[in-house]
């Protein structure tokens, strides 16, 4: 059974750069059939879909975020990871990955959708 | 950006209702529409993508239908665990997102 784990600094500071690694167990994170995706959870708010990385290292961010989003992506480790600069208390929330099956138009097509979650981390920036 | 518009944003229903939940995207996205259930401090679970096909293990009483920009979840039987919140999400372009949520509660 595939598992996700987060892993994160727990707390942290205004201004400071937010990194966040995703382990996945289970499965390679190698393979051409998946994305990896991040997604936040603000506490009490609703879900904001942050970004999806495919093994190639091709990126697709959130525009709202792509300024301050950087996606990586390690095969050797099996781990993915995302960066975030210049945090405020906006972005404190709960931080998921996820696998993201991508999404195909043509051929037999394909329906992107996020069908693995990790249990989530929560980050909290504060002075 | 595709904006996705869920309604109503909460409701209350009792055991045994029918309950159907809205998700309107502010362009077509065809049927590239998923949805995922919530529980409190859990992470989401997807019921449903392609608007209509019911992800393995999702009972049946679960069922979503729509194209274009307005979509459907529908839960012909509410049972106890049933209870949380229900997220419509959009795959059409390359930026994904979410509608707000609705809460489901007990009435």
């Known amino acids: 059974q595939l598992q996700l784990q987060e892993s994160g600094p727990g707390l942290m500071k205004p201004s400071e750069t937010l990194s966040l690694t995703c382990t996945v167990s289970?499965?390679?994170?190698?393979?051409?059939?998946?994305?990896w995706g991040w997604i936040r959870q603000p506490p009490g708010k609703g879900l904001e879909w942050i970004g999806n990385?495919?093994?190639?290292?091709?990126?697709y961010y959130n525009p709202s975020l792509k300024s301050r989003l950087t996606m990586s992506i390690d095969t050797s480790k099996n781990q993915f990871s995302l960066n975030v600069s210049s945090v405020t208390a906006a972005d404190t929330a709960v931080y998921y990955c996820?696998?993201?099956?991508?999404?195909?138009?043509?051929?037999?097509?394909?329906?992107?959708?996020?069908?693995?979650w990790g249990q989530g981390t929560l980050v909290t920036v504060s002075s | 950006d595709i904006q996705m518009t869920q309604s109503p944003l909460s409701l209350s229903a009792s055991v045994g209702d029918r309950v159907t939940i809205t998700c309107r995207a502010s362009q077509s996205i065809r049927t590239y529409l998923n949805w995922y259930q919530q529980k409190p401090g859990k992470a989401p679970t997807l019921l449903i993508y392609?608007?209509?096909t019911l992800e393995g293990g999702v009972p049946s009483r679960f069922s979503g239908s729509g194209s274009g920009t307005d979509f459907t979840l529908t839960i012909s039987t509410l049972q106890p665990e049933d209870f949380a919140t229900y997220y419509c999400q959009q795959s059409y372009s390359t930026s994904w997102t979410f509608g707000q949520g609705t809460k489901v509660d007990i009435k």
């Open positions: 990385i495919y093994y190639s290292g091709s990126t």
């Open positions: 996820a696998r993201s099956v991508p999404t195909y138009y043509y051929g037999s097509g394909s329906y992107g959708r996020h069908d693995f």
């Open positions: 289970g499965g390679s994170i190698g393979s051409s059939s998946y994305f």
């Open positions: 392609g608007a209509s």
